[in-house]
């Protein structure tokens, strides 16, 4: 673990607001948005003590972005995508405390290079920029096969000038016995980045870019993902904070990423006033989840149901086509009932093999 705790300064949001109207102006100065002071007063959450994955969970609004960001700030984590800010917002994070763990040798933790907050609009902007760069180089690679012909078997390129040099690059490049017409295209159009569907490129996302030894924030990265995926990703973290020495601050609803290994994990409960720790079962939106299935199970065990008995169907029909292991063949039903007629005799008269029958 890398940071230990982190302070709010709830006790002080009037003095920041003073302060800020004194800049604008004196005791009359004016503030458009207040935000974030009074956002964590109310509920009493003024220190964070953390966990390898520490989860903030709340409501829309509930402000789990917002203590995200403050943290990101606070620590001068790498960003992408921009937020939403205020002008009391720089104020704010700069009378925000924090400490941080001692290493194995009793050091202070640095925060580590390449620490970052991932958001759910650096994914979008991800596979936006990948398909534009994908139409780019489309276009670029026709352009290449049109060219090709040409700097090969045209008229050779004359350098007269600097302008023709890119030109006769191209053509020394074309005729070369190395380069084939292929490997001509690859070189000067580029390749396509091949783009799964918007919830694996997404994974594939969060695999290439989760390192070792590094301090991540994020944003509600189960967007995009499906269930399956979001359980995917669930392992991916784990595994990262449990043997790769990554620490997690995770803003999330999903039930999926809620239902983290409990022995590494703590999670904020948000929409509790004041705020509270939490197991990911007594949380408002897992419960919401269990009473709609509960309210449902029939119906899933009326199909596990089904699904049992067509199995038993498959098996009992296998049993008339295949004896001791070998196939004979298609069966019509007037030869199967002949088939179960002499096995009944024959049981009937043998018990080991009525036995043996019974074992099949």
Known sequence: MYIRSFSLPINIDETIIEERMEYNGGIYGYIDNIYPCGLFSGR??????????????????????????????RLRLKRIAPFNSSELFDSYVGHCEYTMCDDDEGFEHRVPNGSRIITSDDIFDYMLTVRTNNQDIAENIENARSRYGELKFGETVKLQSM???????????????????????????????????????????????????????????????????????????????????????????????????EDFTKIYDLDSTPVMERKWWELENTRTYFQFFEENRGLFVKQKIDEIEEKQADSSTDAAYYI??????????????????????IAAMDPEFKQWLEDV
């Open 324 to 345: 001791d292991g070998t196939d004979y063949g298609d069966v019509t039903p007037e030869l199967s009932d002949r088939i179960d007629e002499i096995i009944d005799k």
């Open 163 to 261: 302008d023709d040099y890119e030109a006769l690059r191209l053509q020394i490049q074309a005729r070369s016995k190395t380069v084939s017409r292929r490997r001509f295209i690859r070189q000067t159009a580029g390749s396509e980045v091949k783009l799964s569907s918007n919830g694996e490129t997404a994974l594939e996302y969060f695999n290439s870019k989760l390192k070792n030894d590094t301090l991540y924030c994020l944003d509600e990265p189960e967007n995009s993902l499906s269930p399956k995926l979001q359980i995917e990703l669930k392992m991916i973290i784990e595994e990262k904070a449990h043997y790769c020495g990554c620490q997690f601050i995770i803003a999330t609803h999903s039930p999926f990423l809620l239902a983290m290994h």
């Open 44 to 73: 009493k959450l003024e220190t964070i003590t953390f966990s390898p994955i520490t989860i903030f969970y709340g409501d829309n609004g509930s402000g789990k972005t917002t203590l995200l960001n403050l943290i990101s700030q």
